[in-house]
């Protein structure tokens, strides 16, 4: 008779003196896991990124109704490179900035996360070439978009393109509001 297709008998467990039924072979028990592991394979729903995140509503406008009394807002916006501003206007830049948190009171919750990417050197051309237009600037244009070119393209770690996110979220302070 063949191993292979000889049946494998069931042993019997010994503990204490007492004897307890079957126990499985290899084999069944290898059967079992195997079935096991289909199950669960077939009870698995794959979910997007969308069916993940628990909200009630998203409105037209960009307002995420989460719950009954929480409502959020995600605005994200990009800049090339802070360090391509003039003094000035890097001033400017962050007293708007600051402003803007300035804003919120403490009822509202405010998230910001930025993500720095390093451009391409196309990618980059693209985002800081200032098209020409039918006025009188396009030789500024052009000197501008040279020189930042000249500068900034042959610099790679100046090539970082960040872009940010401010969400916004409101709890309603009662039902009735």
């Known amino acids: 008779m063949n191993n292979s297709t000889a049946k494998a008998k069931p042993k019997m467990t010994v503990k204490n003196g007492v004897i307890y039924g079957d126990a499985l072979s ?3 028990k290898k059967r079992i896991v ?39 807002k995600s605005i994200a916006f990009e800049d090339i490179n802070y360090q391509l501003a003039q ?14 948190l300035n804003y919120f009171d403490s009822s509202i919750f405010v998230q910001l996360s930025f993500i720095n990417q390093k451009a391409s050197l196309n990618e980059f051309r693209k985002r800081i070439n200032i098209p020409p237009q039918e006025d009188d600037f396009n030789d500024i244009r052009s000197e501008y978009s040279g020189t930042v070119s000249y500068t900034h393209l042959t610099l790679p770690t100046k090539r ?3 872009i940010s996110v401010v969400a916004v979220s409101i709890k309603k302070k009662k039902e009735e509001e």
């Open 26 to 28: 290899a084999q069944e």
């Open 34 to 72: 195997m079935q096991k592991k289909k199950d669960r394979k077939a009870k698995k729903v794959r979910k997007s990124a969308q069916q993940t995140i628990p909200y009630v509503e998203m409105c037209r406008d960009g307002i995420c109704k989460v719950n009954s009394r929480l409502y959020t």
């Open 87 to 100: 003094n000035e206007d890097k001033t400017a830049i962050f007293e708007n900035w600051c402003d803007f």
């Open 160 to 162: 970082i393109v960040e």
